[in-house]
């Protein structure tokens, strides 16, 4: 199901949504941000319904939608028995595939359990020579006073590619893993029990990468944690929510909020040295990658209306 436009009023949402089904078009109409939004059922048929908005929207007092009504509500009626009867003879195989569709957050359980392991084995940051911190680092680094030394990024170039991603699973401070693996467990569960694993998988990967590289060139190799990983999720579960709400990945408005505040707060400094790069890079990249199908929508839109 896809959105294809916006209707000022109800009345004409109704009237449009009828006309639509009355030419076989699957339709659905409802209240959104004040307005009344028009969705179609079927991909193969976006592009056809698009151009009847197009058309309502310059004539929406045409006769020809007004004479669809009684049509549309006689097609609703048969649908309602028809439905009616097979619902009294069969089990809804429909609702019982979605209660089960939900699959278990498989991925996120391992990225939690290999965080713990590390944070033990780091000392949650208490021992800043310790080899596995050097091996998960984006670069191995050195201290050298009141400074730090490292290699460039030499060690990647010679195809220790992990060390893009593996800094997620650093972290400095027992709040800062908590705090962290709530929100992975929280997100992370829902994305990938809507997506799936392996498209969850190559989320995390894409919006880690980007996010501890825009870190690195921010402050250096000395930096970790899952926030970045966690803010991209944000985005990416904000972005749906607005425009692929039949997705059904939903949280709670409030919870966004906290976590912008967050966001804001750890900017201010009042919480001492925050990977701040890595949350705005994960949530910019997140909420990219939930907005791309509705981007390439809307180009085939524009490319269509060209024609």
Known sequence: MRRIGIIETEADARKFGDYL??????????????????WIEEEDQIEA?????????????????????????????????????????????????RKLSVMPPRVTMTLIIISAIVGVITRLGHDPNNPLTGFLSIATYSYDGYSIRWPGLSEIAGWQVWRLFTPMFLHFGILHIIFNMYWLHYLGGLVEGRKGHWFYFGLILCIAGISNFAQ?????????????????????????????????????????????????ICFSGFVGPIANTAHVGGLVVGALWGYFPTAILHWRRSRFRRR
Do not use: C
Not at 21 to 38: I, Q
């Open 49 to 97: 319904a698009s151009q009847e908005l197009e058309a309502f929207l310059k004539e929406p007092d045409n006769s020809k939608y007004n004479a669809a009504g009684e049509k549309a509500h006689r097609i609703r009626k048969k649908v309602k028995t028809d439905e009616k009867r097979w619902r009294g003879k069969h089990k809804d195989l429909r609702t019982s595939f």
């Open 21 to 38: 089904l009355a030419h076989d078009f699957e339709n659905r109409v409802d209240d959104f941000d004040e307005h009344w939004a028009v």
């Open 216 to 264: 690195y060139f921010s402050s250096g190799p000395n930096f970790g944690g899952m926030s970045g990983v966690n803010f991209g999720l944000l985005g990416y579960v904000w972005v749906k929510m607005k425009f692929q709400p039949e997705d059904r990945i939903y949280i709670d408005p409030a919870n966004i909020t906290m976590m912008m505040i967050w966001l804001v």
